[in-house]
């Protein structure tokens, strides 16, 4: 039996934000474990970063992909429940 290749689209995630930049990685490695430690709903990295000239290690993060999709969809819910809400009242008054 021959198996077809399957082709995946890539799905782009929540932004990356810098959120400090250290000259070592040791430094920044440390700050990423802290930022870890206190929260679990996020993702962080060590990224090599800068020009030539100006070489530094920032510590990105990022809302996690699942609990970012997972607010927009209760977003969105809460936003169809305040359309539909307002849709009823305006019907009751006539």
Excluded: C
Excluded at 22 to 37: D, K, P
Excluded at 51 to 70: C, G, Q, S, W, Y
């Amino acid at each position: 039996m021959i198996e077809g290749n399957t082709e995946t689209s890539h799905v782009e995630g929540p932004p990356w934000h810098i959120h400090k930049r250290f000259s070592t990685y040791e430094e920044a490695n440390e700050h990423r474990n802290g930022l870890l430690f206190q929260t679990n709903n996020i993702q962080v990295k060590v990224h090599w970063m800068g020009t030539p000239n100006h070489r530094f290690f920032a510590v990105k993060t990022r809302i996690d992909p699942e609990v970012a999709l997972a607010e927009e969809v209760e977003q969105k819910r809460q936003e169809k429940k305040r359309r539909k809400a307002k849709l009823s009242k305006k019907r009751r008054k006539k």
